[in-house]
């Protein structure tokens, strides 16, 4: 069964930094595209980052954020840097599924429970 748990969360200043984790199990990791989705109080579901061999960014956190993956750990991780208010959400880890990877908007069929992050002063 597929589980993906993620960890790293919590309340931060502003210009902190925070690092999230996504322990996943249940499939052959290394063959998964695996992003961050996150949703910020009141509004709808953002794309933030994805990660196959390369990973990629949202224009938003692009500079400050980095995502990387330990396939021997199959975890990934969301290294936040110099966050802003507009950070606050809770961030998912999702499993994208195959066919839609190379899409403009790819799908995701398994997702995490979600770890909160606030940015605060």
């Known amino acids: 069964q597929v589980q993906l748990v993620e960890s790293g969360g919590g309340l931060v200043q502003p210009g902190g930094s925070l690092r999230l984790s996504c322990a996943a199990s249940?499939?052959?990791?290394?063959?998964?595209?695996l992003a961050w989705v996150r949703q910020a109080p009141g509004k709808g579901l953002e794309w933030v980052s994805s990660i196959y061999r390369d990973g990629t960014l949202a224009d938003s956190v692009k500079g400050r954020f980095t995502i990387s993956r330990d396939n021997a750990k199959n975890i990934i991780y969301l290294q936040m840097k110099t966050l802003k208010y507009e950070d606050t959400a809770v961030y998912f880890c999702?499993?994208?599924?195959?066919?839609?990877?190379?899409?403009?908007?790819?799908?995701?069929?398994?997702w995490g429970q979600g770890t909160q992050v606030t940015v605060s002063s």
């Open positions: 249940g499939f052959t990791f290394s063959e998964y595209v």
């Open positions: 999702t499993k994208v599924i195959t066919e839609s990877r190379s899409s403009l908007m790819p799908f995701y069929d398994y």
